[in-house]
Nanobody, 124 residues
Framework: QVQVVESGGGLVQAGGSLRLSCTVS????????MGWFRQAPGKEREGVSC????????YYADSVKGRFTISRDNAKNTLYLQLNSLKPEDTAMYYC?????????????????WGQGTQVTVSS
């Protein structure tokens, strides 16, 4: 059984930083391209970032480019997202999942592996 557990969210002032983690069990982590999504209340889910198996390719949505950094540690089955220079509009629930990832963006993969998410709230 695949389990996805996101953590690291919290309440931070604008301009602050957070580091999100996503630990996955029940699958061979380095077989999968991974990514982050977010969803704010009343808004559609947005693909934020993704990274290929060994980290050779990464993608960032325009809204986070230059501020967020995705990385992975395959030995720890863990995906990370470093959030810097946070803005109130970054407030959302953040989720990780297996994805398809390319120059056109990040999209949920066919496996439908999702965790409970981790809440990021940025105050102005």
């Amino acid at each position: 059984q695949v389990q996805v557990v996101e953590s690291g969210g919290g309440l931070v002032q604008a301009g602050g930083s957070l580091r999100l983690s996503c630990t996955v069990s029940g699958l061979t982590f380095d077989d999968y391209v991974m990514g982050w999504f977010r969803q704010a209340p009343g808004k559609e889910r947005e693909g934020v970032s993704c990274i290929t198996w060994s980290g050779g390719f990464t993608y960032y949505a325009d809204s986070v480019k230059g501020r967020f950094t995705i990385s992975r540690d395959n030995a720890k089955n863990t995906l990370y997202l470093q959030l810097n220079s946070l803005k109130p509009e970054d407030t959302a629930m953040y989720y990780c999942s297996t994805v398809s990832c390319g120059a056109r963006g990040v999209h949920p993969g066919p496996h439908n592996y999702w965790g409970q998410g981790t809440q990021v709230t940025v105050s102005s």
